[in-house]
């Protein structure tokens, strides 16, 4: 039985439990006088027998799912003659992907060895038997933690309140999801980042100026050393950053405030959800457009006035990745000056100032603390943006500070050195990982500096 | 007193002209930065849409294929010489074709995919073998290009795809009504290829609609369960704040590093299949469950207090309030939530270029664990490839992922303006 296949099983079977959990009650119920004898309504009674068939049944279907694969290929391997078994790991995995491929059927090309075809046949029938037993232990297990769930079922057992400690031990496992994501991050890249410092110093990776990754097959080869200095990198980014804050952190504060203080009605109620489809707009979307409109429309303007524009120049993607982030800014900056007081605009009207007066003078200053905030968020949002920049800037690790030149960025590089084929124990692969630390880790001060910021930003207006 | 001494109205009504200018200016500043914003907006839509309209229609060429049987093993089909039958077919069509290079270019006017056709007319049946048919076959993306006029006939030989003879062929191939322009149906029914005139979005959408399918199967249960802990059930303690901090922080987290943990947990620890829509849809749930959960816990925080306490007034249980009363008020503000997520998810490429699901895969997947791609992964695809077919065909794709994602969002906003309450 395929487990897809299997897990629909169980929830019938779970379902059929809960129906006879049910009906067990109301006549253990009649039984004893009337239904309202029992603790609880009849329908927890039904949950609780589903849950006591298919909780069991379906933790044990999870750990044989995870388990499987690795019980069943260390059986194989322990068949394999000696001298397959003490290859090193990497070629074993090749052994091992051979041998899944001859199970399921599709060998590429004649296979050479019969040792592995029989160690393929071993595989094939570990998994015939393996899922016949899941199937069979899954069943029995459901069926007798069925009987016994309906056995238990009186008057007195209190049905509910067993139901209920198990959905909240849901929920609140559901809730904790968010702070394993975050251990699961700071550790998958951590692991692999630490590895890469062992192959080339911290020192070296933060403060070198030279960057270039491509590490060679063959240790003879000319340049076969690769060269992590990240110094290029984080420049490029940075770069790309502060162009994409100069277009938006000036329009989208400009059209916040115009939003919010100067327009009627209807042009806020059509303005607003317009630029907010900027939001909606896909990066790579952004990207496109960026490669194929503006970039060359940058270098044609450039020519024209005899400069030199690279095709992938900083500035395009700059320019876009600002276009994307104003509608970020923008509503972050709504929200903040609208939290403003009513009584402070008043104040500063009855003194007899204008209204842009009263925006520089009195609006801004009171929602800065919030509009940093937002400023700080729209940072770690542009430094984190991957499609726009992977199709629009280029990968050459220039250290320059001239906009019009090609330069590369922190998540450029991640993305060049992962896609593709990756071996995991070159420092080529791992460096991606200790960008991709650096990254989490700035992007994580920004965040929590901003939000804090933002909160008691609120807090004093409330 | 001297006389230089003004009274304050004075002083004001002097400053009066100059600061109603800067008042105008600030105004004019805030009202240019939105037409700007729009602008853009317009260039980009228009841009898009300038591009790409052409790629939903495409030129075909009709064969005359006479499918001879002394080509033919009838066991086995699949092995006839295809190709050498389109390329009979276009010789017979201009008989007057001499020397290789001119026949290399008039083969050069359909599309390799010709041949596959004509296998999969013969397999479907085989009576045809030996009769004479009048086959309509795409045209090769040069041509394409051409009739959509993309290639400019005027500019010099040299620098032109389509070569002057090439021309003279097609002319006579639309004299004759051969060359026709058609809707594109295999842009939405075909995978993806190397040929632009073959290449379509149908197993990118797929791919895409696979991965939604894990990640609202995942993100919406668990996100409106942990909201309603949140929300309902936590008390305030470290715990709690540590959990929020943590949401709140995983919202803003790049989507790229998402990638990374899912290249380093679920393929690499976890050993789940590369370029699987599943692991996609994995990571995808954790990147969009942040959304949801916020979105769930502003839906729970509008259901005022007083349906709660009447609630338990009555003997229910909190569990039975939450669930019965609470749950179903803040439902439709959840269901926005999560469609806005999964807008978000479906528009997100760069954590599946991480988790492999950027690879060349023709064939449309079949479940969770085929490998596959995603729309906006084929739209980067296409995006790097040379050919100015590709061009259009990526600017049509984005047309057809922009009308998914307006759907998306359309249907948000008209759930919340039709279900949203005010208390």
Redesign the interface.
């Known amino acids: 039985m395929s487990s897809s296949l299997l897990l629909v099983f169980l929830l019938v079977l779970s379902a059929i439990a809960f129906h006879l959990g049910r009906r067990k009650a109301l006549a253990v119920g009649r039984a004893s006088g009337s239904p309202r004898s029992l603790h609880s309504r009849p329908v927890y009674y039904g949950a609780l027998t589903a849950l006591w068939c298919g909780l069991p049944a379906i933790v044990l279907f999870v750990l044989w799912q ?1 388990l499987e ?1 690795t019980v069943i290929v260390r059986l194989t391997l322990s068949t394999l003659p000696d001298e397959i078994r003490s290859l090193p790991d990497a070629s074993l995995g090749l052994v091992v992907n051979d041998i899944k491929n001859l199970a399921a059927g599709n060998s590429f090309g004649g296979i050479k060895d019969p040792a592995i075809e029989a160690a393929a046949n071993y595989y094939r029938h570990l998994q015939d038997i393996g899922s016949l037993i899941q199937s069979g232990a899954l069943t029995v297990i459901g069926l007798v933690a069925m009987v016994l769930g309906l056995s238990r079922i009186s008057p007195k057992l209190r049905a ?1 309140n067993q139901v ?1 400690t198990v ?2 031990v ?3 496992t ?6 394993f ?2 251990i ?2 700071i ?3 951590l ?2 980042a630490i590895r890469f410092f062992q192959h080339v110093p911290l020192t070296d990776f933060l403060f070198g100026l030279k960057w270039s990754p491509q590490t060679a097959i063959r240790s003879d080869q000319v340049g076969s050393s690769g060269a992590f200095g990240a110094v290029p990198v984080f420049t490029g980014t940075l770069m790309i950053s502060a162009l994409a804050m100069m277009v938006a952190v ?6 916040a ?3 919010a203080e ?1 327009a009627g009605k209807k042009v806020r109620a059509v ?1 607003k ?3 907010e ?2 939001a ?6 952004y ?3 960026a ?3 503006v970039a060359p429309f940058i270098r044609d303007l450039g020519a024209r006035f005899g400069i030199s524009v690279s095709s992938e120049s900083a500035l395009a993607a700059g320019l876009i990745m600002g ?1 994307m982030i ?2 970020f800014i923008m509503s972050i900056s709504d929200d903040v000056i609208n939290a403003v007081p009513q009584a402070m605009r008043d104040g500063s009207y009855a003194l ?1 100032a ?4 009263t ?2 003078l009195v609006l801004l200053p009171a929602a800065l603390p919030g509009i940093v905030g937002g400023i700080l ?1 729209a940072v ?2 542009a ?5 726009i920049v ?2 629009a800037a280029g990968l050459s690790a220039n250290l320059t500070a001239n906009p019009l030149q090609a330069v590369t960025t922190v ?1 450029v590089q ?2 060049t050195l ?2 593709g084929d990756q071996e ?1 124990d070159s420092p080529k692969t791992l460096a ?2 200790a960008l ?1 630390l650096l ?2 880790l700035v ?2 001060m920004l ?2 500096t ?2 804090y910021i933002v909160r008691k930003y609120r807090e004093q207006y409330e | 007193m001297s006389q230089k001494q003004k009274t304050t109205i004075e002083k004001v009504n002097k400053g009066l002209a100059r600061r109603y200018r800067a008042e105008k200016r600030f105004k004019f500043m805030g009202l240019s930065a939105i037409v700007l914003s729009l602008t853009f907006l317009g260039i980009l839509f228009a841009s898009i849409t300038y591009n790409g309209y052409t790629a939903f229609e495409q030129s075909w060429v009709q064969l005359h294929v006479f499918f001879d049987p002394e080509l033919f093993d009838a066991k086995n089909l699949l092995r006839a010489d295809y190709d050498g039958l389109v390329k009979k077919s276009l010789r017979e069509t201009f008989p007057d074709v001499k020397g290789r290079s001119q026949k290399r270019k008039l083969y050069g006017l359909v599309s390799s995919g010709a041949a596959y056709q004509l296998q999969d007319m013969v397999v479907a049946d085989s009576g045809i073998i030996g009769t004479s048919q009048k086959v309509w076959v795409p045209a090769s993306d040069d041509i394409d290009m051409l009739m959509k006029g993309h290639i400019d006939r005027t500019t010099p030989e040299s620098d032109r795809l389509v070569k002057d003879v090439q021309l003279g062929w097609i002319d006579q191939l639309i004299k004759e009504d051969r060359l026709q322009m058609r809707f594109n149906r295999s842009f939405f029914t075909a995978g993806d290829s190397r040929e632009p005139e073959l290449a379509g979005i149908r197993g990118a959408t797929t791919g895409s609609f696979y991965m939604l399918l894990i990640t609202l199967l995942l993100s919406f249960p668990i996100g409106v369960a942990a909201a309603v802990y949140l929300e309902e059930f936590a008390k305030k303690n470290r715990w709690t704040d540590l959990i929020e901090v943590n949401i709140n922080n995983l919202a803003a987290v790049p989507s790229i590093v998402f990638g990374l943990l899912g290249l380093a947990v679920f393929l690499n620890f976890f050993g789940l299949p590369r370029s699987s829509p599943l692991v996609g849809g994995l990571v995808m749930t954790l990147m969009t469950l942040p959304t949801i959960i916020i979105a769930s816990r502003i839906a729970l925080q509008s259901v005022p207090p007083s349906i709660r306490e009447a609630a338990l007034g009555v003997g229910a249980s909190k569990m039975q309030t939450v669930i019965h009363h609470v749950l179903p008020l803040a439902f439709p503000g959840m269901l926005t939530g999560t469609i806005i997520g999964m807008a978000r998810a479906l528009g997100e490429s760069a954590p599946l270029l991480m988790i492999g699901m950027v690879a060349f895969i023709v064939d449309i997947p079949g479940g969770v664990t085929d490998p596959a791609t995603a729309l906006p992964v084929q739209i980067y695809l296409w995006a790097d490839s040379p050919e100015r077919a590709f061009m259009e065909r990526t600017s049509a794709a984005i047309m057809v992922l922009l009308a998914f994602l307006i759907l998306m969002n359309g249907t948000a906003v008209l759930l919340r303006n039709r279900f949203e309450r005010r208390w």
Do not use: D
Not at chain 1, 280 to 285: D, Y
């Open positions: 995870t694969s509910r209920e959905v909240r849901v929920l609140i559901c809730s904790t999801i968010a702070i994501t975050t699961g991050i550790l998958s890249v692991f692999e000036p329009i989208g504060l400009m059209s405030i115009y939003l100067y303005g959800p317009l630029i489809i900027l909606g707009i896909p990066t790579v979307v990207g496109f457009f490669a194929l409109v276009i104003i509608p007899g204008t209204k842009s007066e925006v520089r968020l770690s949002r430094i984190g943006e991957t499609m992977v199709m998540t991640i993305v992962l896609v995991f991606a990982f991709g990254l989490f992007t994580l965040n929590v901003a939000l």
